[in-house]
């Protein structure tokens, strides 16, 4: 399993109107999936959430499940990124039938390069960027325990640009 992750901006973390840095990761079928491939061609919504299969991590998995097509609809794609290995993400996709990519950040390097907070220490941050087809980050909207409040952001920021086009 190959990971690359750009050290671009190591240091900080990832804000508004930042090019987001690019990475290479594995998800749940073993693919290799970089931010670069959507360069150009889809506006991206890349989510970090705390753990498979925990109630608020799949009530949000299964909400961007559930709005999938509106996404694809409005030219943008949805990734989300926890520190679960490739295994425990093809068991949460297959589960919940999620029709997206689930990248495996195991040891937590993308999460500390876009500067994810953790809570209390402890639990790792649910934090979801707005990336557009240029690689600016657009949008970033962070709350740990409002799951849903993520799609709902991420679908009106999407729209906006997609307006904006």
Do not use: W
């Not at 987001?20 to 693919?31: E, K, M, R, V, Y």
């Not at 097509?69 to 999620?98: N, P």
């Not at 040891?107 to 600016?136: A, C, E, N, S």
């Amino acid at each position: 399993m190959m990971s690359t992750i750009n050290s671009q901006t190591i240091h900080g973390k990832v804000k508004v109107g930042d090019q987001a840095p690019d990475f290479t990761l594995s998800d749940q079928h073993g693919n290799q999936i970089s931010l670069s491939d959507f360069q150009d061609q889809k506006a991206v919504v890349l989510y970090f959430y705390p753990k498979d299969d925990t109630p608020g991590c799949t009530t949000e998995a299964c909400t961007f499940r559930d709005s999938y097509e509106a996404f694809k609809d409005a030219g943008a794609e949805v990734i989300g990124v926890s520190s679960d290995d490739a295994e425990s993400h093809r068991q949460f996709s297959t589960k919940y039938h999620l029709p997206f990519a689930l990248l495996s950040d195991e040891g937590g390097q993308l999460r500390k390069l876009y500067g994810v907070p953790t809570t209390l220490g402890l639990i790792p941050g649910r934090v979801t960027y707005i990336i557009d087809k240029q690689g600016v980050v657009r949008h970033i909207f962070s709350a740990l325990f409002a799951a849903e409040k993520h799609i709902e952001e991420a679908r009106k920021v999407i729209k906006d640009l997609t307006d904006q086009a």
